[in-house]
């Protein structure tokens, strides 16, 4: 069984600091990876993607890729009260996605 | 352009019913998901086509739940009877091509049974 693990949260951090959301997956054979943003309420909306090892900046945002150890994180600078929502980690698992159970991020001002 | 359309966007109905879920996916999109998603569980696949065709419908639970496309711009999620273990937010999501690439989701069909 291919698995996608996030640690659900939340994950409390004060505006202005930096959020670090993680992810493990099981297949060794992946190779894209996503990030996920999901406001209460809302669909997932995609808000990264990383397909090789490193990082990949996009703005405030950060993901970061290590294929030996089977971790992807995404990291949040300068967080606002507006980055509060649930973050799914996404994995490819052969022809489709895998997704994680997602962790829920809190900005507090 | 109009993104992932769902209907119904809230449905209530009680325990034994036939329930319809509808979704009508971007315009060119090749590939169409069907997830189920509660707190317990996360988001899961359910089923998705490709050109139309379904191509794995291994999350699909049990026979209560079948699904199909019979064009470009159209899929039903069917469960038929419904339990209260259904009970969850049904999206639908679609792709230009490939499964594994950036998935657009419609904004999901929240089903209550009684």
């Known amino acids: 069984q291919k698995e996608v693990e996030q640690n659900s949260g939340p994950l409390s951090v004060p505006e202005g600091a930096i959020a670090s959301l993680n992810c493990t997956y099981s297949?060794?054979?992946?190779?894209?990876f996503f990030w996920y943003r999901q406001y209460s309420g809302k669909s997932p909306e995609l808000i990264m993607s990383i397909y090789s090892n490193g990082d990949k900046e996009d703005g405030r945002f950060t993901a970061q890729l290590n294929k030996a150890s089977q971790y992807v994180s995404l990291l949040i600078r300068d967080s606002q009260p507006s980055d509060s929502a649930t973050y799914l980690c996404?994995?490819?698992?052969?022809?489709?996605?895998?997704f994680g159970t997602g962790t829920r991020l809190q900005v507090f001002p | 352009d109009a993104g992932v359309i769902q209907s119904p966007r809230h449905e209530v109905t009680e325990m034994g019913q036939e329930v319809t879920l509808r979704c009508k996916p971007i315009s060119g999109h090749n590939s169409l998901f069907w997830y189920r998603q509660t707190m317990m569980r996360g988001l899961e696949l359910l089923i998705y086509?490709?050109?139309?065709?379904?191509?794995?419908d291994s999350g699909m639970p049990e026979d209560r739940f079948s699904a199909k496309m019979p064009n470009a711009s159209f899929s039903t999620l069917k469960i038929q009877p419904s339990e209260p273990r259904d009970s969850a937010v049904y999206f639908c999501a679609s792709t230009p091509g490939l499964a594994v690439e950036t998935q657009y989701f419609g904004p999901g069909t929240r089903l209550l049974v009684l």
């Open positions: 086509f490709n050109n139309n065709v379904p191509i794995d």
């Open positions: 996404a994995v490819n698992g052969g022809d489709k996605l895998i």
């Open positions: 297949d060794r054979v992946s190779q894209s």
